[in-house]
């Protein structure tokens, strides 16, 4: 157990649904990340925080996908309108430092779009 | 377009054995490197950490980094069946993210 938690840790939705998943980051942490993984893949940058703001979003993050960090502590992840091509494995990491290069991932969420 | 390659595997060696693992980079800027571990179904977890040339020794792993080829392995010595699992490499440049390769598949037979 890293310190990072997420939930839920499984959500199965149907297409079309919206979803929200929470990330609570090791409590010192000021820097905030999501990824998304599928299978056979390496984990792929979704968006990062350094405290509330949020500085980079990848073009892997569409507009159906919008991503928070009030008070710069816990973070949540939604997903409007889901698609089939949404079923990942969607990991929040969390890191702190200057150089705050190493990242402590929670245990993921699984989600399902039937 | 900022790459990890890595070869997937499946990389089978038997107990006892050292399995070595490697990892190449595109991007000259990268600053820092890591090798996590994942097993089936969860979620990565960190081993090791290199930031410059060389090699760095933690307990039965090796991490050993080349810049100039930008190139990056692991080594697992006295490979156990319990470190059966993908191992991802990621490389890390100030003011982004990780960026992860595929992962290799290790398989430790007993």
């Known amino acids: 157990d890293t310190g990072v938690s997420q939930d839920p840790r499984h959500k199965i939705t149907k297409r079309g649904q919206n979803v929200t998943f929470r990330c609570d980051p090791i409590s010192e942490h000021n820097r905030l990340y999501w990824y998304r993984q599928t299978l056979g893949q390496g984990p792929e940058f979704l968006t990062y925080f350094q405290n509330e703001a949020q500085l980079e979003k990848s073009r892997l993050l569409s507009d159906r996908f919008s991503a928070e960090r009030p008070k710069g502590s816990f973070s949540t992840l939604e997903i409007q309108r889901t698609e089939q091509g949404d079923s990942a494995m969607y990991l929040c990491?969390?890191?702190?430092?200057?150089?705050?290069?190493?990242?402590?991932f929670g245990p993921g969420t699984r989600l399902t779009v039937l | 377009q900022k790459e990890v390659e890595q070869n997937s595997g499946p990389l089978s060696v038997p107990e006892g054995a050292i399995a070595s693992l490697n990892c190449t980079y595109s991007d000259r800027g990268s600053q820092s490197f890591f090798w996590y571990r994942q097993y089936s179904g969860k979620s990565p977890e960190l081993i090791m950490s290199i930031y410059s040339n060389g090699d760095k020794e933690d307990g039965r792993f090796t991490a050993q980094l080349n810049k100039a080829s930008q190139y990056v392995s692991l080594l697992i010595r006295d490979s156990q069946p319990s470190d059966s699992a993908t191992y991802l490499c990621a490389a890390y440049q100030a003011g982004t993210a990780l960026i992860f390769g595929k992962g290799t598949t290790l398989s430790v037979s007993s």
């Open positions: 990491a969390s890191s702190f430092g200057v150089l705050a290069d190493t990242q402590y």
